[in-house]
């Protein structure tokens, strides 16, 4: 009898304690829900309301997305185009674009292609079957091309996909840090980096790419952190399709299959089946599509490596196209990895995140048009940025003794300054007066005036252009 009134009070406890349990749960459930979704609505609002379209090269993407879609055919031969679409004997973009008409397009082997690579077009299926439902269409019932519709497509895609990304971003972050640092980095890496004044414009081939690159590291980081093997078929087939959106995609993928093979040995024949079998599938549509087993846009040939010390310095440091100029609180990330490298949780993928970072780096100042042609700041580059957001959630989460963080609170005003300065700067790339600068700059012919800082691209519309630059009568 005994024993059982006391128990009483024992199951009582245990019973408030275990609601009391849920109801935390439920609402730090709840309370995530709410900044992910305050996060992803206040990138979509600043996006969508980013007046700058830089449609170059992702021109006509999606219109070959609607041509798989109603035609099940990715020969863009029976639509009435705007312009007249060059014949090559190989499918290659050329190198200087705008005075190539159509640069976009190719005739080859007879057909009418898009030359660029077509994972963004697929990936994007949805979205445009979405968009047609709604009456928006990058093609008329005759066949006629309206780009106004790709327009609207593509700025509403890039604008719901970043935002998407700041979600990712900031849940990536959560896996180490508390939600208001996470937050903070999200916000970081998509205003104050090239994800706002370029991958958001258009569907360049990048948009999507980071996105998935985010979503690998977001798998990768859970893995390391619960000490349990990654998912390795989904991260293949995600690599996959960063490789199907962008040939870059091969450093990132060449990394991560090293990293598994040394430190998650018994995922990796899973992991290597399942990119075998995209692999083929690449392969088998490639020479369907081009003719080849490899897209011209994927060929290694177009990799020079001529000048390298000059193109190193024109994406890094250079005023009109240097990440450190475009994104300074890179250079405080950098810093901070480094300081607190002794202290740094999960050093071996901030050791991966180094590495691709670096090779992309180095194989896109192996381009012979280093600069990217008509675009804002180091859009060439886009691809680093989710290694180095994960590098700076890395960095925030180092755990250094007393003795080393004295100077924690210089360190807090240094990064608050920088990261003001990257937003600002990629925020006047998001409006287009500072597209005049490709045009006055006429950078494809002269990218020597990428180091020019009398006149730096983050400055156009401010300030006036040199003489020299403008011409007789400008």
């Not at 490789?243 to 060449?254: H, K, L, N, V, W």
């Not at 040394?262 to 990119?275: K, L, N, P």
């Not at 401010?462 to 400008?474: C, D, E, M």
Request: with cysteine; glycine share 6%; aromatic share 12%.
């Amino acid at each position: 009898m005994t024993e059982g009134f006391e128990s009483t009070p024992h199951a009582s406890e245990r019973a408030r304690h275990s609601g009391q349990t849920m109801m935390r749960a439920t609402s730090r459930k709840t309370r995530e829900l709410a900044i992910a979704s305050s996060l992803f609505l206040l990138a979509f609002a600043v996006f969508g309301l980013s007046r700058n379209l830089d449609v170059g090269d992702s021109a006509f993407s999606m219109l070959l997305s609607e041509s798989i879609l109603h035609r099940r055919s990715v020969f863009l031969d029976r639509y009435k185009l705007p312009g007249e679409v060059p014949h090559l004997e190989r499918a290659i973009p050329p190198i200087s674009p705008q005075v190539s008409g159509i640069y976009q397009l190719g005739i080859v082997n007879g057909h009418v292609i898009y030359l660029y690579p077509h994972g963004t077009s697929f990936l994007s299926l949805p979205f445009v079957a979405v968009a047609n439902l709604l009456g928006v269409h990058t093609a008329n019932a005759e066949g006629h091309y309206n780009g106004r519709g790709e327009f609207i497509i593509q700025k509403a895609l890039a604008t719901f996909l970043m935002a998407l990304l700041t979600v990712i971003t900031y849940w990536t972050a959560r896996v180490l840090l508390p939600a208001g640092e996470s937050a903070i980095i999200a916000i970081v890496c998509v205003f104050g980096t090239q994800v706002w004044s370029s991958a958001s414009r258009a569907m360049w081939s990048s948009t999507w790419l980071i996105l998935l690159a985010q979503i690998a590291i977001l798998e990768l980081l859970r893995s390391e952190v619960s000490e349990r093997p990654p998912r390795a078929v989904t991260l293949a087939t995600i690599l996959s399709w960063m490789y199907f959106c962008r040939p870059t995609a091969s450093i990132p993928i060449a990394v991560l299959s090293v990293y598994l093979f040394w430190f998650h040995r018994r995922s990796f024949i899973a992991y290597a089946a399942t990119g075998a079998a995209w692999a083929i599938a690449f392969f088998a549509y490639s020479l369907l599509a081009f003719g080849t087993w490899i897209p011209g846009y994927y060929a290694g040939s177009r990799l020079t490596f001529h000048d390298l010390p000059v193109h190193l310095a024109g994406l890094l440091v250079s005023p009109s196209r240097g990440l450190f100029v475009f994104v300074p609180t890179l250079g405080f990330v950098l810093y901070r990895v480094t300081r607190n490298w002794r202290w740094l949780p999960e050093r071996r993928l901030a050791g991966a995140a180094i590495l691709v970072a670096a090779l992309l780096t180095l194989a896109t100042a192996g381009y012979p048009e280093w600069w990217g042609g008509y675009s804002y700041g180091p859009r060439v580059l886009t691809d680093t940025v989710p290694w180095f957001a994960l590098l700076a959630i890395l960095g925030l989460a180092a755990a250094p003794p007393l003795a080393v963080r004295k100077l924690g609170r210089v360190e807090a005003c240094i990064a608050l300054a920088l990261a003001a300065c990257s937003i600002a700067i990629n925020a006047r790339g998001a409006f287009p007066q500072t597209n005049r600068w490709n045009v006055v700059a006429d950078i494809d012919h002269h990218p020597e005036r990428a180091f020019d800082w009398s006149y730096p691209q983050f400055l156009s519309g401010l300030i006036s252009a040199p003489q020299a630059w403008r011409g007789p009568g400008s």
